[in-house]
Structures are given as C-alpha cells and as structure tokens.
C-alpha cells in the first residue's frame, strides 16, 4: 500500500527523509523578507470545482457519510440534513471488510464505475466534516485512484450558506 500521507510529510518506508530545522532568529527575518501575494478576499470554503461542476454527469463529487445521513434521514451534528445535489454517497465502510481495508482490487472494481469515466484526479470528495472523506481518499490511493480531493469543509461546510441547494433522498 502506498503510504502516500508519510511521503507528504518526508517520509518514507517509516523513515525520515529530513527533519525541519529549527527557525532561528536570522531564518525567520530571511521568511519575513519574501514577497508573497496578499489578498483580503475571503477564502471559499467551497471548492471551485464544485461551483463549477452542478449539473454535471455524476463521477466528480462523492461523499462518504453513511446512507441515512446522505439521504436526509437523520442529521446528528449538522442542523440541516441532506447532501449536496449530484453527490454520490459511497459510505467509507463499504471500503472495510473486518475493520482492514479491503484489497486493492475490490476497491478498484467498486470505484471505478462510480467515477463514470472520470479520471481519479476530477473527483472532490466530502463527507460532514472532511475526516471520512479522508478515509475514502486512502482507500482511493489504494486501489491506485490517485488525485482526488477532499473539500475539508464538507457537509457542514456546504450548509453554512442558506443559498447553496440541499438534496434529500437518493
């Protein structure tokens, strides 16, 4: 399995590659100095893709909470309870088999078709939070789907916004 979160990190194969040095004083005047663009816009907490993407074919946008979450049957945490219109739901369960991942291949054969010939690297991923949807990238890379995103904001992210459109049902 690619351990592709401990390579993000300088990893590899449970060793470092290289520690962080320490920001002395001196460093820290040198970060300082660096010209970087500034905005004072506001970050979208939803991802363009997304924006761009309503209406489109399904395959772009998954979401990885359990089914009755999804349809809008009960909402736990969140006060208002559906998804995302044009959303699969591809609860990160399915990818377990007694508490381990399930292979490669099973994973790969299951999603696959729900990407509905999309590349790996189209779909944005959600779930209420952003941490299943996390879950569901690992099994992704696993089965070696590589490239999607997660929208960290997800679920609750997307209803912050009384504008933006809600689902219920399948």
């Given at each position: 399995?690619?351990?592709?979160?401990?390579?993000?990190?300088?990893?590899?194969?449970?060793?470092?590659?290289?520690?962080?040095?320490?920001?002395?004083?001196?460093?820290?005047?040198?970060?300082?100095?660096?010209?970087?663009?500034?905005?004072i816009e506001p970050a979208s907490p939803v991802p363009t893709r997304c924006r761009r993407a309503w209406g489109e074919a399904p395959g772009w946008l998954f979401d990885a909470r359990g089914g009755e979450r999804f349809r809008g049957e009960v909402e736990p945490i969140d006060?208002?309870?559906?998804?995302?219109p044009g959303a699969l739901n591809r609860p990160f369960a399915a990818n377990l088999r007694d508490g381990r991942f399930r292979s490669a291949e099973e994973l790969r054969g299951e999603l696959v078709p729900l990407l509905h010939g999309r590349q790996p690297a189209e779909a944005v991923l959600m779930c209420g939070s952003g941490v299943t949807a996390c879950h569901?990238?690992?099994?992704?890379?696993?089965?070696?789907?590589?490239?999607?995103?997660?929208?960290?904001?997800?679920?609750?992210?997307?209803?912050?916004?009384?504008a933006r459109p809600v689902a219920t049902g399948m």
């Open positions: 399995m690619n351990a592709w979160p401990f390579s993000m990190a300088g990893w590899r194969h449970g060793v470092p590659l290289a520690f962080p040095k320490p920001m002395g004083p001196m460093r820290r005047r040198r970060w300082r100095r660096i010209p970087r663009p500034v905005s006060p208002v309870a559906g998804h995302v569901l990238l690992l099994a992704m890379e696993h089965a070696g789907l590589a490239g999607a995103k997660v929208y960290a904001g997800s679920w609750s992210g997307w209803i912050a916004d009384p």
